[in-house]
């Protein structure tokens, strides 16, 4: 399930959707994989806040050979709940920002997929992931670094023409900044 609300001058607008997919896990040799896109780079509406929970059919024996991952924009939290459903959640996705999401698993999960190979995949994924997630942080860095001296500058023209219009600018820069 997926809702997407939508926050404008004008009008909010909140949708659920709801649906079951079949036949999308790939079984290799070495794993499973569910690797679903549930929002495209060619949606032109934005989303003020999206969330998302999959369930798989059957449990993960173990939590731990459950790995999950979200790709989209950088505030976005997924997390196991369980050993057998999965939640996302993502806050403003602009427009033409796709949003998906990937889980690897033990075969024995969904073992009749016809969707089969007998490549042995999870080294490649779990690479790809971390090269992703590297460059997820460094983008986080850098836009909290953005955030600082934007806040800072705004801080020190407020020193030199302090106004409340100045102060409200100063207040976002510093409410934008993490640390």
Known sequence: AWGVSEDDSSARRSFEIRYVVSDVVKNYADCSEFYWQFIGNTSNIPARHIT????LPSS????????????G?????IQK???QVLEAEVENVRSYQAV????????????????LTHVNALDKILNFEENQANQANYERAQEEYQNQEKAYEEIEYCEKYPSRSCYNRAHEYVLRVTD
């Open 60 to 71: 993960v024996a173990n939590l731990e050979e459950l790995r999950v991952w979200a790709h």
């Open 100 to 115: 998906d999401m990937r889980a690897v698993f033990d075969k024995s999960v969904i073992p009749n997929s016809s969707k």
């Open 52 to 55: 998302g929970t999959i369930t």
């Open 81 to 83: 709940t369980s050993n």
């Open 73 to 77: 924009p950088l505030n976005g939290v």
